[in-house]
């Protein structure tokens, strides 16, 4: 028999974006594993991936669509064809937009695949034909985006071998033994050949475990510490004055800014000890090249944008942007974006719809946004249910007996369950897609591998049969998958030369192709794509828009309780912690955490207690505790460990409630939005906790 080797992308939200192989033996994969000949992967995958084959095959995947027949969350469903589904949602619609408009429809979707096509494309082109409210998708890391790009222009960051150059590498607020695994061969040789490393994180990580210092400040303190930091190496006069002269902007403003963080101030607010913060500013100043490198856990509280404003400054205050293995590293994406009106086609559409921030999709549900309420909910690609901040307000708006909900999913998830219609998605192994990683810069075409299973259909295919249900005869409406990535791909080509000498057609016989990235360090030219061509240490951007145009850090606490509302007497204030949910090690959010395998590796759902914070309630390890706010509650067990530092607890997100009690750690997280561009603060939650007998 004939075995066939096909090439793949991993499409899952991870930086490193890998290549793969399956081998494929009468239409059935034989293989799966990480493609040799891709420079990042180079032939391995992460624990998360290995076993995807078990994923496209579970027995519980969907393989036809399904209607409700009885009460909401009952889990009775009847089979229906392709046709009656779309015909059902396109009748259900076409009374909505007569009665309320468009806008009262929304589509969900984030990182189930992060494809050109089946993400970037359907994010697009038929909602903003229908006119459909916008979603903003700031749930990850939207502040830090925003920062990053305030300050320095764009989002660019040093290749994973680079690391070899660096003196010093400070990890703060990331653990990318977990979420970047492919880094870490490079990072491990560096350290081998000399480099120190530093770990920053309120939780002793995998990689904290590798490092040869570990601090742990307080969750959301980070940004207090950069600036206590720039305030240290000021003191000491090892500030870099001719680099700032030539290519920043606001360095006087800031210098003086930087007064008001003295080390004995930040160390009150970061719970570390003077000596501790002194020390890492002279390690800092004392290393070149020297590399940060941070991601989007960081920023996900009340001051992220300004924490991730103030790390940006710290390169900037030593002369380190430019120099190979030096600046910081946080995302590539800032180098190839798409060309815009390709993807959505926003010019031949009716105006947009207004906004709905994803992060307060329950409060939106539940009358937040009115005029027109939101009558209908098309999820794809997310599980909302499970993901989303204040997951029980979601689970009450999702059960409004007037919303009409769709989900397009491989798996009954949590928010399948509260669906109405839910059609059965194809997996990354029978679809076409297109890749960029936002961890490098190479570009990978995934050439699908098997037919559907059963009567599943992709993303793109979905919204091409909505579109002719909805009697949308636009031509970029019904295109081929590769009609769609060729039309994306020439036109950002046209504007943009990262992309010269690459074709859909060339990718497709390459499989990987990389970016032309000129120069190949980044800002190593001097030129900053900021308005003024420089590091904006002060940016007049974010003055314009209301905000602080200086880095800054300010006390901001989450009350435990549902939009800013006082507490009652049940959880006094002395008695609060901290809630942080970390990425799992095994699931991607919640993607794969309903595989057997992993989920035995990655255990029962727990929650990680400082010795002295258990203590306080006669806690031990393998107690079934309790943590609640005025949100909600969730049981788990406890695990007792110095892991976190005190006032903290740490329970992994991406489980499934409906694999527990009905719960997960999402119906205790804040649904406040951050400092900046809409973002959410699921690491400002606080929580209290008690042993349940």
Not at 17 to 35: A, H, L, S, W
Not at 611 to 627: H, M, S
Not at 631 to 645: E, F, H, N, P, S
């Amino acid at each position: 028999m004939i075995v066939q080797s096909i090439r793949g992308a991993c499409p899952h939200d991870c930086p490193d974006t890998c290549g793969f192989v399956t081998e494929v033996e009468n239409g059935r994969p034989i293989k799966f594993y990480g493609d040799p000949d891709h420079p990042i992967t180079q032939g391995w995958l992460c624990a998360k991936v290995r076993p995807y084959l078990d994923h496209v095959y579970h027995p519980d995947r969907l393989t036809h669509p399904l209607r409700r027949v009885g009460p909401k969350g009952s889990g009775q469903w009847e089979r229906i064809s392709w046709e009656a589904a779309i015909s059902d949602i396109g009748n259900r619609w076409r009374d909505i937009i007569s009665e309320h408009g468009a806008e009262a429809i929304l589509p969900y979707s984030y990182s189930g695949t992060l494809g050109l096509l089946q993400m970037g494309v359907v994010n697009g082109r038929f909602w903003n034909r229908l006119g459909a409210s916008q979603l903003e998708r700031t749930i990850c890391g939207a502040a830090a985006e925003f920062a990053v790009e305030a300050t320095l222009g764009s989002r660019r960051s040093q290749k994973y071998e680079d690391v070899q150059h660096s003196k010093l590498v400070i990890i703060w607020g990331h653990n990318p033994v977990s979420t970047a695994p492919h880094f870490m061969p490079h990072l491990l040789r560096a350290r081998k050949n000399g480099t120190q490393v530093i770990v920053i994180d309120p939780r002793r990580t995998r990689t904290a475990k590798l490092a040869n210092w570990y601090i742990a400040p307080k969750p959301g303190s980070d940004g207090a510490l950069a600036l206590g930091i720039a305030n240290h190496l000021v003191q000491l006069g090892l500030q870099d004055e001719a680099w700032l002269a030539a290519n920043s902007v606001g360095w006087s403003a800031f210098k003086a800014r930087l007064e008001e963080y003295p080390s004995v101030r930040v160390a009150a607010i970061t719970g570390l000890p003077v000596e501790e913060i002194t020390r890492l500013a002279r390690l800092y100043a004392e290393a070149t090249p020297a590399l940060i490198k941070i991601a989007d856990g960081l920023q996900r509280n009340f001051n992220g944008g300004q924490t991730v404003r103030a790390i940006c400054a710290l390169p900037a205050i030593m002369g380190q942007y430019g120099r190979r293995g030096g600046g910081l590293a946080y995302s590539t994406s800032g180098y190839l974006q798409w060309d815009s009106e390709a993807v959505g086609k926003g010019s031949e559409c009716p105006p947009p719809g207004r906004s709905v921030n994803m992060n307060r999709l329950g409060a939106a549900l539940l009358g937040e946004v009115s005029d027109p309420p939101i009558q209908s909910l098309f999820v794809y690609g997310s599980n909302p249910a499970a993901i989303a901040p204040n997951a029980g307000r979601v689970a009450a708006g999702m059960q409004r007996e007037d919303l009409f909900t769709v989900v397009h999913e491989l798996f009954m998830t949590d928010t399948a369950d509260l669906a109405d219609i839910v059609l059965p998605a194809t997996s990354q192994l029978e679809h076409v897609d297109l890749h960029k990683g936002y961890g490098h810069t190479y570009l990978t075409y995934n050439q699908p591998a098997i037919p559907p299973l059963g009567e599943s259909k992709s993303n793109w295919d979905v919204m091409c049969a909505l579109a002719q249900e909805m009697g949308f005869d636009e031509p970029w409406l019904h295109q081929s998958a590769d009609e769609v990535l060729a039309e994306v791909l020439s036109t950002t080509a046209a504007n943009n030369p990262v992309l010269a000498g690459i074709t859909l057609e060339k990718l497709k016989q390459a499989g990987t192709m990389p970016l032309t990235i000129e120069p190949d360090v980044p800002f190593a030219d001097g030129r900053f794509p900021t308005p003024s061509g420089k590091v904006e240490l002060y940016s007049q951007t974010m003055a314009d828009m209301g905000l602080d145009p200086l880095p800054h850090w300010r006390e901001v606490a989450d009350s435990g309780g549902r939009d800013g509302t006082k507490l009652n007497g049940r959880f006094p204030s002395d008695q609060a912690l901290t809630l942080i949910s970390p990425a799992s090690h095994h699931f991607t959010t919640s993607t794969f955490a309903n595989q057997p395998d992993l989920l035995a590796r990655e255990g029962k759902p727990f929650v990680e207690i400082h010795p002295d914070d258990a203590a306080r309630q006669n806690i031990q390890t393998g107690d079934l505790v309790r943590l609640e706010n005025s949100r909600g509650w969730c049981d788990l067990q406890a695990k007792v460990t110095d892991r976190v530092r005190r006032g903290v607890v740490a329970s992994s997100k991406g489980r499934w409630s409906k694999w527990g009690n009905g719960r997960n750690i999402n119906w205790l997280t804040s649904d406040a939005l951050g400092d900046m561009a809409g973002q959410s603060t699921f690491h400002s939650s606080r929580v209290w906790l008690r042993r349940l007998d």
